[in-house]
């Protein structure tokens, strides 16, 4: 289970892109999609995530680096099922879709076969 930070209100949550328990906010815009992928613990650690949370919290969500932000938008558009995920699907086709992104296998150069 993905554990994640609620963009709207800070608090933890699990299921990055489910909507949050507290206040119900789910990730529309192109900006608040790639803040609500950057805050899981696929890219920080959890005392990041809480720190992130408390900044969101007191209103200032962490601003995402250039290079940051297109590295997550990349991942955004290249990948249409985690598109289709974070713009708010049901819970059962975030449990598919996660678990059919643990399958793929990760992109190596083919010369690196260990
Ligand atoms: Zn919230």
Redesign the pocket.
Known sequence: MTMAV??????I?FGAFVP??????VPRTEDELVLALAMTDHYFDQPTLEQMGAAVRDGHPPHLAPPTRAMLLEALHSNSGLLKTLIGLSQAQDTEASSSESRVPTKKPWWKFW
């Open positions: 609620c963009f709207n209100c800070g608090v949550k949050c328990p507290e206040c119900q906010g």
